[in-house]
T-cell receptor, first 114, second 112 residues
């Protein structure tokens, strides 16, 4: 079965650089969520999109922005990177409807900021 | 916002014994409670979930119970095996298209 695809899987950046993370949800899933997981931490919700509109916003820094495109893929743009941004970034997707709460996670992008 | 507390933070059990992890939540509007298993460096994987109209759900060696009045839910793993060793996260959500609020995680170690 198709799963959530994230790219790149690993990314190394310098401080103050920018990064773009991509997420391709499971086919026919129209909701995308972004989570940030620091070492030894639980995943923290950043932002979500439903039908290409932002549906919820969590602890996402102003330096970060995201959007969902017409093909439902999503991109997380991160600017002025800081050392503390080093983390695993997970994208998850869910289908609409009563069962829509079940979120399927992608393999994650490991971002290292030097 | 939702606050999910999870206990214990670490759990070591002998192979074949049972493991129990407990979580509490604060938002009475939460109605969906999944449990995820995460191995080091890997994605969280859903192992079982329960919705607020159900008090208990079982899937082979894994069971989850929910007490809406007390706002707590628990994961039970019976006949533990070494491959059950991982970090387990509970989570809560208001349901459709809502974010997941995670507990801090429980590191489970199954001793052979």
């Amino acid at each position: 079965a198709a799963g959530v695809i994230q790219s790149p899987r690993h990314l190394i950046k310098e401080k103050r650089e920018t990064a773009t993370l991509k997420c391709y949800p499971i086919p026919r899933h129209d909701t995308v969520y972004w989570y940030q997981q620091g070492p030894g931490q639980d995943p923290q919700f950043l932002i979500s999109f439903y039908e290409k509109m932002q549906s919820d916003k969590g602890s996402i820094p102003d330096r970060f922005s995201a959007q969902q495109f017409s093909d439902y893929h999503s991109e997380l743009n991160m600017s002025s990177l800081e050392l503390g941004d080093s983390a695993l970034y997970f994208c998850a997707s869910s289908p609409k409807g009563l069962a829509g709460s079940e979120q399927f996670f992608g393999p994650g992008t490991r971002l290292t900021v030097l | 916002g939702e606050n999910v507390e999870q206990h214990p933070s670490t759990l070591s059990v002998q192979e074949g014994d049972s493991a129990v992890i407990k979580c509490t939540y604060s938002d009475s509007a939460s109605n969906y409670f999944p449990w995820y298993k995460q191995e080091l460096g890997k994605r969280p994987q859903l192992i079982i979930d329960i919705r607020s109209n159900v008090g208990e759900k079982k899937d082979q060696r894994i069971a989850v119970t929910l007490n809406k009045t007390a706002k707590h839910f628990s994961l039970h793993i019976t006949e533990t095996q070494p491959e059950d060793s991982a970090v387990y996260f509970c989570a809560a959500s208001r349901g459709n298209d809502y974010k997941l609020s995670f507990g801090a995680g429980t590191t489970v170690t199954v001793r052979a």
